[in-house]
């Protein structure tokens, strides 16, 4: 089955720095990308998701990239501020049931 | 917006006790998760179902079961609640083609003692 990493656990940056969290994937076959954000006390929210047909999608300070050759994508945030701050998972799905393989979540703390 | 609704935020549970973990979500979706998140080790899926009085296991369904009568309604079983059941169980639904982002509940806070 399908195997996701996701890299950093903990990601601590100033306020105004940029964040990268990276995942790769192991079944080539996957075609869809999202990504959640969970805060404190909440469940996970989508914030953006790309397809395999997509190589990047920009949504205001968020981007996600993905390279289908190496097998990963990686989420960027750009200008971090406080509220940035949460649990971010990847996923990765495929046709068919596109029941989703969650990373095991990075930790953004963004100091003021 | 869509909603998932769990019904309870936090609960105790006795070693033993049959426990029920309600979720409804209002928008006609098709599939309903149930998953059980833990420091460390993400978010594992214990089941999903597509359809009413469909279910399928999903990587730990172990000491749990499900039952989906209604398409909104999609309950976990806990039938002999043990205490490494203790964990944040997350109800999500979605639909079912094209592979679009779920939508998650806030969570219950499951304690057994």
């Known amino acids: 089955g399908e195997n996701v990493e996701q890299h950093p656990s903990t990601l601590s940056v100033q306020e105004g720095d940029s964040a990268v969290i990276k995942c790769t994937y192991s079944?080539?076959?996957?075609?869809?990308f999202p990504w959640y954000k969970q805060e404190l006390g909440k469940g996970p929210q989508l914030i953006i998701d790309i397809r395999s047909n997509v190589g990047e999608k920009k949504d205001q300070r968020i981007a996600v990239t993905l390279n289908k050759t190496a097998k990963h994508f990686s989420l960027h945030i750009t200008e971090t501020q406080p509220e940035d701050s949460a649990v971010y998972f990847c996923a990765a799905s495929k046709g068919g049931s596109y029941i989703p393989t969650f990373g095991r979540g990075t930790s953004l703390i963004v100091h003021p | 917006d869509v909603k998932v609704t769990q019904s309870s935020r936090y609960l105790v549970k006795r070693t033993g006790e049959k426990v029920f973990l309600e979720c409804v979500q209002d928008?006609?979706?098709?599939?309903m998760f149930w998953y059980r998140q833990d420091p460390g080790l993400g978010l594992r899926l214990i089941y999903f179902?597509?359809?009413?009085?469909?279910?399928e296991k999903g990587d730990i369904p172990e000491g749990y079961s499900v039952s989906r009568e209604k398409k909104e309604r999609f309950s976990l079983i806990l039938e002999s609640a043990s205490t490494n059941q203790t964990s944040m169980y997350l109800c999500?639904?979605?639909?079912?083609?094209?592979?679009?982002?779920?939508?998650f509940g806030s969570g219950t806070r499951l304690t057994v003692v």
């Open positions: 928008m006609d979706h098709e599939n």
């Open positions: 179902s597509y359809d009413v009085k469909m279910k």
């Open positions: 999500a639904s979605g639909r079912l083609d094209e592979g679009y982002g779920y939508t």
């Open positions: 079944d080539s076959a996957s075609n869809y």
